[in-house]
């Protein structure tokens, strides 16, 4: 019989679940998650409705979520570690484990976060575009959410205080979303000589949000505008190495950074 | 119960705890004493887990402490300064903490929320609680699940009188209970009836740890005030603190037979 790893014994996974719920109650309570679900609702209510072709409307909206979603949920779940910071110092003085401790905040913020988009965007894109353009827009979405939670709770388990805290992880997004693009164009430009194809293949994979929007991109007919490079992509993403090469990159940003929390929180004094 | 072996810690260059060393055993009653920043909380919080100690071995019932938190389900903590969550209800931080701990209704010792009346406010929200209810909550909270541990840090700083009494007289009921108690205080006159052993540190290092029977005969002095007053004044230790100390001792006792400018 196989040996049931340590940590999915289930009277641990029930406490980590308890205290998740305590961490979504606090959360629904403070409205913010309520507010961010309503506007990822209208902007995609309203893109749909006001163009006429949906993958016209799905581009506009993949713009707005490759911003917003890594945005929103890096300060969010930044703002919510140092609130509960008291709950964290509670938990700690009782049997429980800092790891589980971790984890069930992971939890409970990154499934408030997940709702939030699966309700603002997932209802809106089955509704107008339930295709496999649709589906991969959701698929990256509900991805940069993960990744982003997980970054940013390396980024405040690192920071001492809050202001340090929201700072750096408004620092990794700027470098993620604008910072990162522009170094990328200064390497493309400056080694325009040489074949970067492949270089600029590994480059995507380390920038999440650059490889959700290719992803996405080369299931659209956008795709053929980017010439010899966008072809190569094509050939690459479109296959189904490419496609297990985008989810295990994803899944490594998602693990590698909330691993790294939990060795930097194992070790902290509170 | 608890054995600590050569624990050190330093934060950044500061030195929180030098080569502490020591042993507590059940139907203790051992007082943390010393000036502010002599390592009392951090001693306390090494002990809990939540600091980490650079070196050094700590035992729990003669297991290390390393990772497996269970034994904290032993440990009842009074932190000097309760911090909770802000939009709790003072109800619902009790019911989470049973809800948490899985322990039954009739297991829990609800005898301080009674007597603090703590019931009457429990659909107030912790926030706009006082710093002396908050204190109240954290006594509570830390008597509830009837530990063999009680580590109270400063547990009558904040409290009123009448509270402050009620709390010691539950104190002294776990006493004698044969509990392990660590507090911590700068009231020494509050300590004086509850302690039997005492520990004195400064700036991180342990000066001594001597039961306070050995105390009295040695010193001659039978108020745990005068008795460390008598040990410090021999020593040199930190002479403005017993000093301070002492002020606070003549205006209770309302008599100054010795001072140690004398």
């Not at chain 1, 604008?178 to 040489?194: M, R, T, V």
């Not at chain 1, 590698?256 to 509170?270: E, G, H, M």
């Not at chain 2, 969550?85 to 989470?96: E, Y």
């Not at chain 2, 547990?155 to 507090?183: H, Q, Y």
Request: charged share 20%.
């Amino acid at each position: 019989m196989k040996r049931i790893p340590r940590f999915l014994q289930n009277d641990k996974i029930k406490i980590m679940l308890k205290l998740s719920k305590y961490v979504l109650y606090d959360i629904v309570r403070s409205k913010v998650i309520l507010a961010y679900t309503a506007f990822l609702f209208l902007v995609s209510f309203s893109l749909f409705n006001m163009e006429e072709n949906s993958s016209k409307a799905i581009l506009s909206l993949l713009n707005i979520i490759l911003i917003v979603v890594p945005l929103i949920s890096m300060i969010f779940t930044t703002i919510h570690y140092y609130n509960s910071y008291e709950f964290i110092e509670l938990m700690l003085s009782q049997p429980m484990s800092r790891r589980k401790i971790l984890l069930s905040e992971y939890g409970g913020v990154a499934l408030s976060l997940l709702s939030s988009f699966l309700i603002g965007v997932g209802i809106p894109v089955l509704l107008y575009s339930p295709d496999s353009v649709g589906f991969s827009l959701l698929f990256t979405g509900i991805c940069l959410t993960l990744v982003f939670t997980s970054l940013a709770f390396l980024t405040s388990v690192k920071a001492r205080d809050k202001a340090r805290g929201i700072g750096f992880a408004l620092l990794l997004w700027f470098y993620f979303a604008l910072i990162y693009d522009g170094l990328i164009l200064l390497i493309l430009f400056n080694f325009s000589d040489y074949p970067l194809e492949k270089a600029t293949l590994v480059l995507s994979a380390l920038n999440p949000i650059d490889l959700g929007r290719i992803s996405i991109m080369l299931k659209m007919d956008v795709s053929a505008l980017m010439g010899y490079t966008g072809a190569l992509y094509k050939d690459f993403f479109g296959s189904g190495s490419g496609i297990l090469f985008t989810v295990g990159i994803m899944l490594l940003w998602i693990i590698v950074p909330l691993w790294w929390a939990l060795r930097v929180f194992k070790k902290k004094d509170l | 119960m608890i054995r600590i072996e050569h624990i050190n810690k330093k934060f950044k260059k500061l030195v929180a705890l030098d080569d502490i060393n020591a042993q507590f055993d059940k139907g203790q009653v051992i007082s943390l004493i010393g000036p502010n920043g002599s390592g009392k909380t951090t001693l306390i919080k090494s002990i809990l887990g939540m600091v980490k100690a650079d070196s050094g071995k700590i035992f729990f019932n003669d297991e290390l402490i390393n990772g497996d938190p269970s034994y904290r389900s032993q440990i009842g903590y009074m932190p000097q300064i309760g911090r909770y969550p802000d939009n709790m209800k003072v109800g619902q931080l009790f019911k989470m903490l049973k809800n948490i701990r899985n322990v039954s209704e009739n297991k829990v010792d609800e005898e301080l929320i009674e007597k603090f009346g703590l019931k009457q406010i429990f659909d107030k929200s912790m926030r706009t609680l006082s710093g002396g209810t908050r204190q109240k909550v954290s006594a509570a909270l830390a008597f509830l699940f009837n530990p063999d541990v009680l580590i109270l840090d400063e547990p009558t700083a904040g409290l009123d009188p009448l509270s402050s009494e009620i709390l010691k007289e539950k104190i002294l009921k776990e006493k004698s209970k044969n509990k392990l108690i660590l507090i911590t205080s700068h009231i020494l006159s509050d300590l004086d009836e509850l302690t039997t052993h005492i520990m004195y540190l400064q700036e991180g290092k342990q000066e001594f740890f001597k039961e306070i029977d050995q105390l009295r005969e040695e010193t001659g002095e039978l108020k745990l005030g005068k008795a460390i007053a008598r040990i410090m004044k021999g020593e040199k230790f930190n002479s403005e603190w017993i000093d301070g100390m002492f002020v606070v001792g003549k205006i209770k006792d309302e008599k100054n037979s010795s001072l140690p400018s004398e």
